[in-house]
Nanobody, 117 residues
Framework: QVQPAESGGGVVQAGDSLTLSCSVSVGTFVGDDMVAWYRQAPGKEREVIGTITWDAGSRHYAESMRGRFTIYRNYQKNRAWLHMNGLKPEDTAIYYC?????????WGQGTQVTVSS
């Protein structure tokens, strides 16, 4: 079992950059894990931002998320990150990290990002 834990959210100004972190509070990342970042804005459905495979580091992004979002991971630090540039008020949401291991998806509690205009 593994339990993701997000951190790094907060209140920022439009145009700022912010990096969110995904660590594990239970267990550890293993080779075949797929780490994903999602977000859920108020009144909207949760949407995927992108994914990264833990072992190979292969990244894929949702089409609408390309350009301003970068996902990366570090073995030694046992952590993954979501870096966001040029934040806009519409990026205000709860951001979630998930870890898919085999057929099970483990979710973190989320971290709130608020972008003020």
């Amino acid at each position: 079992q593994v339990q993701p834990a997000e951190s790094g959210g907060g209140v920022v100004q439009a145009g700022d950059s912010l990096t969110l972190s995904c660590s594990v509070s239970v267990g550890t990342f293993v080779g075949d894990d797929m780490v994903a970042w999602y977000r859920q804005a108020p009144g909207k459905e949760r949407e995927v931002i992108g994914t990264i495979t833990w072992d190979a580091g292969s990244r894929h992004y949702a089409e609408s998320m390309r350009g301003r979002f970068t996902i990366y991971r570090n073995y030694q630090k046992n952590r993954a990150w979501l870096h966001m540039n040029g934040l806009k008020p519409e990026d205000t949401a709860i951001y979630y990290c998930s870890i898919q291991r085999d057929t099970v998806v483990y979710w973190g509690q989320g971290t709130q990002v608020t972008v003020s205009s």
